[in-house]
């Protein structure tokens, strides 16, 4: 079975081969080492790999695997950690494989707008690389997660309601299978039609399926003009119901995200951006003309002054606009800051746009009935929420995890997800039965089938794994 396995040790005899194969520069069981890569940013326990390597190749990761795939050897693949459902940590030990030295830009096919990129580059180092194309990688998780961690997860953020998720923006892939074959999927080719769509398949399968050393991505022209737009609310449910009115207004936006109250006094202490302490719903708008943006910006003071919005800030200037998304950027950063005592749970549902009110209205429900401190923040635009629960002991941390529950069976019960972004990990592994029922029957036949030793990533997404 997947998950119920023990797997065998890392031994000297083994670390040498690694050294053989990798040179020993890139092979290290150094307790600092194996401490940095034994938790991610979730509030799940670190837990330590046996040995941590850097492959700087496809064929060095394939050989790699076909050794630990000999010998029963677990293997973790890491981008750079960020991730927030214990994706990337290596509950069974074994060997922790990090991408952090294969980032390097392959290739730039500026006129077919892409790019070709080692996993382990961060998407914010390779968009200021791109800068000088006039083209970006649109998604953007907020933390500079590498390209192989955000295919990985198949990871959203902010952009996601103008410019689609991960999964939208990538063309091909080098792949290694757990058995060293090494593999392409997908084509150059922006349309696709030839079989099965295998690309997919490893994009959102957090390591468990194969490995990423390789991806092109689709690139889009940096916009020629951008607005910032913030509006404020007397009641939660009137931001939201703006949010709802925007997307139905085809305007087209390329954020819409909305912060709760509580989550905006905490923001409008910092930065001179004065939020107060109701309900803020944060727009972007990209368009090629000036005059475009301009008219766009009217209607959307239309909507929010029909939705008795308290004010509207809007701006087309450039360091105005990255004034007032400033604190929306590091709202994370803001929030741990101001908790110094604390740790966070960060939840993470979507549903369809028409439920988002109604989901909203369920979590201020539940908080109030069980008199749990909470802040919600949400790229609304997608029907996406985050409710983050700091926590100091562990009877908080349970009722976090009792909320958290409740909030993900709303969200399955209004025709949503359990996870929109962060993906399963080791924290929504118990929940994708009653999401994907025989589905999940499924997805385990394929795990068998590609990995049936289970070496890639054990105990992460199957609930069987009792984490
Ligand atoms: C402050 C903050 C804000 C965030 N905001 C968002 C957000 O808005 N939207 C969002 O989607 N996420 C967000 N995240 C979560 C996180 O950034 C994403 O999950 C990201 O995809 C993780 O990338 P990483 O490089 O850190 O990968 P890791 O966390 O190291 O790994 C993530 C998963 O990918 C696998 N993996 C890594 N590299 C490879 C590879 N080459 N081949 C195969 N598998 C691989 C790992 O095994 C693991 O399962 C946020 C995190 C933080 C800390």
Redesign the pocket.
């Given at each position: 079975m997947i998950s119920t396995q023990t797997f065998a040790p890392v031994t000297p005899a083994i670390i040498d081969q690694l050294k053989h194969i990798l040179g020993a520069e890139n092979v290290s069981t150094a307790k600092a080492d194996v401490d940095l890569h034994a938790k991610?940013?979730s509030q799940h326990e670190a837990h330590p790999a046996e040995v941590v390597i850097w492959p700087m190749s496809g064929q060095q990761t394939a050989d790699v695997l076909k050794l630990a795939n000999d010998h029963h050897i677990a293997v973790?693949?890491?981008?750079?950690?960020?991730?927030?459902?214990g994706?990337?940590i290596p509950l069974h030990g074994g060997i922790l494989m990090s991408?952090e030295r294969m980032n390097q830009i392959v290739e730039v096919h500026a006129d077919d707008f892409q790019v070709t990129v080692q996993?382990?580059i961060?998407h914010k180092d390779l968009n200021e690389k791109l800068a000088r194309y006039g083209l970006f990688f649109a998604?953007?998780?907020?933390?500079n997660?590498?390209v192989?961690?955000?295919?990985?997860?198949?990871?959203?953020?902010?952009r996601t309601v103008k410019y689609g998720?991960?999964k939208d923006n990538v063309l091909k892939m080098q792949?290694v299978l757990a058995d060293g074959r090494l593999i392409h999927v997908g084509s150059r080719s922006v349309k696709q039609s030839a079989g099965y769509d295998l690309l997919h398949l490893?994009v959102g399968?957090?390591?468990?399926l194969?490995?990423?050393?390789e991806a092109t991505l689709k690139l889009v022209p940096v916009p020629q003009f951008m607005s910032a737009v913030l509006a404020s609310f007397s009641t939660i449910a009137s931001a939201v119901e703006t949010v709802v009115a925007v997307r139905g207004s085809g305007l087209d936006p390329a954020a819409l995200e909305l912060v709760d109250g509580a989550h905006s006094k905490m923001l409008s202490s910092v930065d001179g951006v004065e939020l107060g302490d109701q309900p803020v719903v944060f727009m972007e708008f990209h368009a090629a003309q000036e005059a475009t943006l301009a008219a766009g910006l009217e209607i959307v003071q239309e909507i929010c002054e029909e939705m008795g919005a308290l004010w509207f800030k809007s701006t087309t200037d450039t360091a105005e606009r990255k004034r007032l998304w400033h604190a929306r950027h590091h709202s994370?950063?803001i929030m741990v800051r101001m908790h110094p005592d604390k740790q966070f749970f960060i939840n993470d549902v979507a549903v369809p746009i028409s439920a988002y009110p109604e989901l909203i209205g369920y979590v201020e429900q539940i908080r109030d009935e069980h008199g749990v401190t909470c802040y919600m923040i949400g790229?609304a635009g997608d029907g996406n929420i985050h409710v983050e629960f700091p926590f100091a002991n562990e009877a908080q941390h349970q009722k976090a995890m009792e909320m958290n529950g409740l909030i993900v069976q709303k969200a399955l019960s209004l025709g949503g997800t359990c996870t929109g972004?962060?993906?399963v990990?080791i924290g929504k592994a118990k929940y994708l039965p009653a999401e994907h029922g025989e589905a999940l029957d499924v997805m385990r036949d394929i795990k068998q089938l590609l990995d049936p030793n289970g070496i890639l990533?054990p105990g992460?997404i199957f609930p069987e794994s009792g984490h």
């Amino acid at each position: 079975m997947i998950s119920t396995q023990t797997f065998a040790p890392v031994t000297p005899a083994i670390i040498d081969q690694l050294k053989h194969i990798l040179g020993a520069e890139n092979v290290s069981t150094a307790k600092a080492d194996v401490d940095l890569h034994a938790k991610d940013q979730s509030q799940h326990e670190a837990h330590p790999a046996e040995v941590v390597i850097w492959p700087m190749s496809g064929q060095q990761t394939a050989d790699v695997l076909k050794l630990a795939n000999d010998h029963h050897i677990a293997v973790t693949p890491w981008g750079v950690g960020t991730g927030l459902e214990g994706n990337s940590i290596p509950l069974h030990g074994g060997i922790l494989m990090s991408f952090e030295r294969m980032n390097q830009i392959v290739e730039v096919h500026a006129d077919d707008f892409q790019v070709t990129v080692q996993p382990g580059i961060g998407h914010k180092d390779l968009n200021e690389k791109l800068a000088r194309y006039g083209l970006f990688f649109a998604p953007d998780p907020g933390a500079n997660a590498t390209v192989g961690g955000m295919l990985a997860n198949n990871a959203a953020g902010i952009r996601t309601v103008k410019y689609g998720a991960s999964k939208d923006n990538v063309l091909k892939m080098q792949v290694v299978l757990a058995d060293g074959r090494l593999i392409h999927v997908g084509s150059r080719s922006v349309k696709q039609s030839a079989g099965y769509d295998l690309l997919h398949l490893f994009v959102g399968s957090e390591g468990t399926l194969g490995v990423i050393t390789e991806a092109t991505l689709k690139l889009v022209p940096v916009p020629q003009f951008m607005s910032a737009v913030l509006a404020s609310f007397s009641t939660i449910a009137s931001a939201v119901e703006t949010v709802v009115a925007v997307r139905g207004s085809g305007l087209d936006p390329a954020a819409l995200e909305l912060v709760d109250g509580a989550h905006s006094k905490m923001l409008s202490s910092v930065d001179g951006v004065e939020l107060g302490d109701q309900p803020v719903v944060f727009m972007e708008f990209h368009a090629a003309q000036e005059a475009t943006l301009a008219a766009g910006l009217e209607i959307v003071q239309e909507i929010c002054e029909e939705m008795g919005a308290l004010w509207f800030k809007s701006t087309t200037d450039t360091a105005e606009r990255k004034r007032l998304w400033h604190a929306r950027h590091h709202s994370y950063e803001i929030m741990v800051r101001m908790h110094p005592d604390k740790q966070f749970f960060i939840n993470d549902v979507a549903v369809p746009i028409s439920a988002y009110p109604e989901l909203i209205g369920y979590v201020e429900q539940i908080r109030d009935e069980h008199g749990v401190t909470c802040y919600m923040i949400g790229h609304a635009g997608d029907g996406n929420i985050h409710v983050e629960f700091p926590f100091a002991n562990e009877a908080q941390h349970q009722k976090a995890m009792e909320m958290n529950g409740l909030i993900v069976q709303k969200a399955l019960s209004l025709g949503g997800t359990c996870t929109g972004e962060h993906g399963v990990g080791i924290g929504k592994a118990k929940y994708l039965p009653a999401e994907h029922g025989e589905a999940l029957d499924v997805m385990r036949d394929i795990k068998q089938l590609l990995d049936p030793n289970g070496i890639l990533n054990p105990g992460k997404i199957f609930p069987e794994s009792g984490h």
